[in-house]
């Protein structure tokens, strides 16, 4: 079996689809959205995660660590930590081992209405370790929150198995969806139209992002996209949040955006009640 990189499960979820469910996070992303909440799920490789908000400066990792220049996730400087603020993140499992830990709350999950939702980092780039886990799950709701990156082989295997799909769209324009997420938006825009004629039940999120996403303009264009879409179920819209670069330290990286994060998004939720579509905010 291929074995995955995992960064986190998520139990009594209720923002990840239908009824209560549990998240898994698969590590590794090849977006670089400017507004990313889970900087920890970017990279593909294992790395230390350190609360460093409550160090209390003791130097006591730097004594053991043999690579001061480049962390090589060795885990010396976690048994050290008097506070127990370092953690390596990023678990290695095999597809049978997280599906039988899964399915252990099968029972509990069916009867809330719920189901197991895999999410990111980007689940759909480790899809042979996602594709073996999904067809273990037998029995219970299987979801995805995706960019939908992927191409278009990969997301018709993975959707075609699927319950149900929640995408983000997060521009129509091409140069600005690269110039904030590190690439183009060509692939999900096919994956999305092969979405919207599938049949197969889905979600739309649209992160709002100030100055952005979130002119008029450009919701109109993604709203336009949508129409006459098989099984929408609606659209949701998450306007930014500041606190979304709380974690960047934790994991060594900075926090550098392209807009202004004091600045509250444009809320255009008529404008899809104009198209026809459902939405809400959440």
Known sequence: MTKGLIFDVVEFAVQDGPGIRTTVFLKGCPLKCMWCHNPEGISFKKELMVSTASCIKCRKCDEVCNNPQCCISCGRCIIVCPLRLRKICGTEIEPLELAS????????????????TFS????????EFLYETLILLG????????????????????????????????????KIHKKYTGVDNELILRNLDYLCNSGKRFIVRIPLIPGVNDYKENIEKT??????????????????HKTAG??????????EVQFDVDKKPEINVEIFEKFGIRSMLL
């Not at 709203?223 to 930014?240: F, I, M, T, W």
């Not at 709380?246 to 926090?255: C, F, L, Q």
């Open 139 to 174: 029995g219970v709701h299987k979801a995805i929150e995706t960019s939908g990156y992927a191409h278009l082989d990969v997301f018709k295997r993975i959707v075609n198995i699927l319950d149900l799909v929640i995408i983000d769209i997060k521009h129509t324009d091409p």
């Open 101 to 116: 830990r899964l399915l252990k709350d099968k029972d509990f999950l069916n009867k809330n209405g719920g189901g197991i």
């Open 246 to 255: 709380a974690k960047y330290p934790m994991v060594g990286r900075k926090y």
């Open 223 to 240: 709203a336009s996209l949508l129409v006459n879409a098989k099984n929408l179920e609606r659209v949701e819209l998450l306007p930014y």
């Open 120 to 127: 990111g980092g980007e689940a759909l780039s480790q899809p």
